[in-house]
């Protein structure tokens, strides 16, 4: 008799714990669910839109997508069309790889004004994700305040700072390119709580500040230690190598070019300003002591029109599916929620790391299933397939995205590689 499992969710985590599983046994039927049409998560809809690089990984989801055992069941999402409780009945194993869906909020005064955005809106609106693609963001200036020291502030920073010529080799859709390039900010303030020593974004990332055409990235020479002491090694390395970019920033004069991204670290937001919109961001100083951060109780104001949050994410829960107590993933134990459901990607261990880290964490908890699954007769992708049409649901299947992906394709003109459909509607039109 044959074993099915459901796997919810078709980011990098629910394709490499699909893979993983099939490696173990061919037989396993592995049915692939996710609430847009479009597969593949965070790499469509998240990784910025020149990073397409990165974003080619598609091609290895792609070749797990097409084995004759895994089938996908796009535009179902769990908790609207289907439960988890359901899909238990009807599989014998279920994973949820749903990632992390809520920016997290900073908790500050003001940070509910229009004008403030989290970066998962943001970065999904500027990826075309069919949830942002009317968030129409006022980008006001003088200034924008990007708050955060990671790669994902970084890739808004890039994305916002960019022209037209830069960005002819990527999919961003057209309405984020025009709204971006008519915007009338000049300056661009990253911000990050802590010093350069203990920044989480990674040299790459950071050394691509240096080389955008309309931008110039500045620091102030003093933020920048003139050694960097780390216990770990390669820690050390990495971290040296940062110092050194960020010093070569700290040469770079503010009128060598039109726009300038300042990069402010020691600095902690603490209000948002404006009446009817954001006016102004209200920073503290704060310091290191002992390797606690204090406030020094110094403040200044950066004048600008709109801010965007990179600090992390939260997670939603499910029903019946409870989120851990510090917000950022379900409860689990390495994996595990309850009897035949698990977690995978960010639902397992919160929005942490790169797209491969998913590749081993996925392989570990597909084990986990596989060792655990037993026959238990049910009717699979078959009987879900069966209850979502008894419920009118228009499921748009790998064939389906295929459409999409061909249609996309056939609108862009070199060397643009596609023009995003970004509406439900046409999606939906499209993968007919
Ligand atoms: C803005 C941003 C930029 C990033 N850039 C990079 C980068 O350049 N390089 C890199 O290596 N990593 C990058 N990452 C990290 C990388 O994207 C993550 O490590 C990875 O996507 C996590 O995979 P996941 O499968 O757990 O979640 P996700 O990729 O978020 O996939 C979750 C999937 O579940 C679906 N889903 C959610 N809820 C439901 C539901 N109720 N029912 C059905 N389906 C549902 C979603 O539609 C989605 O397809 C970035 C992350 C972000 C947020």
Redesign the pocket.
């Known amino acids: 008799m044959t074993r099915h499992v459901a796997i919810?969710?078709?980011?990098?985590?629910?394709?490499y714990c699909a893979e993983a599983l099939c490696k173990k046994d061919p037989e396993v039927r592995v049915d692939i669910?996710?609430?847009?049409p479009t597969?593949?998560?965070?790499?469509r809809?998240?990784?910025?839109p020149d990073?397409q690089g990165?974003k080619n990984v598609w091609r290895v989801f792609d070749r797990t997508a097409m084995r004759d055992n895994v089938r996908y069941f796009g535009n179902?999402?769990?908790?609207?069309d289907v439960s988890v409780a359901e899909l238990l009945e009807r599989y014998d194993a279920v994973v949820l790889?749903?990632?992390?869906?809520e920016d997290r909020p900073l908790g500050i005064e003001g940070e509910n004004l229009p004008g403030v955005y989290g970066?998962?809106q943001l970065?999904g609106w500027y990826n075309g994700h069919p949830d942002f693609s009317d968030l129409d963001p006022e980008l006001r200036g003088p200034g924008i305040a990007v708050i955060g020291n990671g790669?994902?502030a970084i890739?808004v920073v890039r994305v916002l700072s960019r022209e037209r010529d830069e960005m002819v080799k990527t999919d961003i859709p057209d309405y984020a390119m025009r709204k971006i390039e008519s915007s009338e900010y000049t300056d661009i303030y990253m911000l990050g709580r802590r010093g350069p020593a203990q920044a989480s974004f990674t040299t790459a990332e950071l050394r691509e500040l240096g080389e955008m055409t309309r931008t110039v990235a500045i620091v102030d020479p003093a933020q920048v230690p003139d050694e960097v002491h780390i216990d770990d090694p390669k820690q050390q390395k990495k971290m040296e190598k940062i110092v050194e970019t960020l010093r070569s920033y700290s040469l770079d004069r503010p009128d060598d070019k039109p726009q300038r991204l300042h990069m402010r670290f020691f600095a902690a937001p603490v209000r948002i300003l404006g009446e009817d919109h954001v006016t102004g961001l209200e920073v503290a100083v704060t310091e290191l002591v002992d390797g606690r951060l204090k406030e020094t109780g110094e403040t200044y104001v950066i004048e600008v029109g709109t801010v965007v949050t990179a600090i992390g994410?939260l997670a939603k829960p499910?029903e019946g599916v409870p989120v851990a107590t510090w917000g950022t993933c379900f409860e689990n134990d390495a994996g595990k929620i309850a009897d035949r459901l698990y977690a995978?990607?960010?639902?397992?261990r919160g929005?942490s790391?790169?797209?491969?880290?998913?590749r081993g964490d996925s392989g570990d908890v597909a084990a986990k299933v596989y060792d655990e699954l037993e026959d238990g007769g049910r009717a699979g992708g078959d009987g879900l397939a069966a209850l979502l049409r008894e419920r009118g649901v228009r499921v748009v299947d790998y064939a389906g995205w295929g459409k999409i992906d061909e249609r996309e394709r056939g609108a862009a003109t070199e060397p643009t590689p596609r023009v995003k459909i970004t509406s439900m509607a046409d999606l939906l039109a499209a993968g007919e």
Do not use: C, M, Q
């Open positions: 919810v969710g078709s980011g990098p985590a629910g394709f669910i996710d609430r847009l597969p593949y998560g965070l790499v809809s998240g990784v910025a990073h990165t179902v999402e769990v908790d609207r790889a749903v990632g992390v869906t970066s998962r970065s790669n994902v890739d994410y499910l995978v990607g960010w639902a397992k929005p790391g790169v797209i491969a880290t998913n």
